[in-house]
T-cell receptor, first 114, second 114 residues
Framework: NAGVTQTPKFRVLKTGQSMTLLCAQD?????MYWYRQDPGMGLRLIHY???????AKGEVPDGYNVSRLKKQNFLLGLESAAPSQTSVYFC?????????????FGPGTRLTVL | AQSVAQPEDQVNVAEGNPLTVKCTYS??????LFWYVQYPNRGLQFLLK??????LVKGSYGFEAEFNKSQTSFHLKKPSALVSDSALYFC????????????FGKGTRLHILP
């Protein structure tokens, strides 16, 4: 099993450009999440999904959109990138709806917006 | 509202000595508590969790954590530190009354000195 994979690994954008980050998991997990990690801020939840076709806002959703058209994929979109979106983005997934299931993380995408 | 605090940004421990990384939490329901570790340029990896039962939880790589309900704490411990334990450690909490979100602490950087 590959677990959770993310593409791309690195990306540099200019302000105003758009891009999509792809997350894929092969563990048949119901829940999927997008986080951003910034120095001294820990992980902050951007959006999450509790199942195929459903999405919900997290702690810092502004400037991002997501889609979960297939159970195994969770896409994060930036329509008009801003320098404040320079960060490392992590996707995660977890099994089932129980609060006590741990999350499995991808390797991250390092995004720089100039 | 649920929250988690890691009061130390950095902890330095000599190799072979015991280590403790502190975590306190606040939830309205029952807490589900997690520790994750992040090595450089990698995603987070699950170490251990407390759901219910025995207050002392054992996890990967020889780590353990003690749940203390009265002090609302979940400190991570290891009897004898290794240089390879040097990494960024995150405590996280889920509220049994909130099935959807997990809150991460800001992280504690652990340095094991040879």
């Amino acid at each position: 099993n590959a677990g959770v994979t993310q593409t791309p690994k690195f990306r540099v954008l200019k302000t105003g450009q758009s891009m999509t980050l792809l997350c894929a998991q092969d563990m048949n997990h119901e829940y999927m999440y997008w986080y951003r990690q910034d120095p001294g801020m820990g992980l902050r939840l951007i959006h999450y999904s509790v199942g195929e076709g459903t999405t919900a806002k997290g702690e810092v959703p502004d400037g991002y959109n997501v889609s979960r058209l297939k159970k195994q994929n969770f896409l994060l979109g930036l329509e008009s990138a801003a320098p404040s979106q320079t960060s490392v983005y992590f996707c995660a997934s977890s099994y089932g709806a129980s609060s006590y299931n741990e999350q499995f993380f991808g390797p991250g995408t390092r995004l720089t917006v100039l | 509202a649920q929250s988690v605090a890691q009061p130390e940004d950095q902890v330095n421990v000599a190799e072979g000595n015991p280590l403790t990384v502190k975590c306190t939490y606040s939830v309205s329901g029952n807490p589900y508590l997690f520790w994750y570790v992040q090595y450089p340029n990698r995603g987070l990896q699950f170490l251990l969790k407390y759901i219910t039962g025995d207050n002392l939880v054992k996890g990967s790589y020889g780590f353990e954590a003690e749940f203390n309900k009265s002090q609302t704490s979940f400190h991570l411990k290891k009897p004898s530190a290794l240089v390879s334990d040097s990494a960024l450690y995150f405590c996280a909490v889920r509220d049994s009354n909130r099935d959807d979100k997990i809150i991460f602490g800001k992280g504690t950087r652990l340095h094991i000195l040879p």
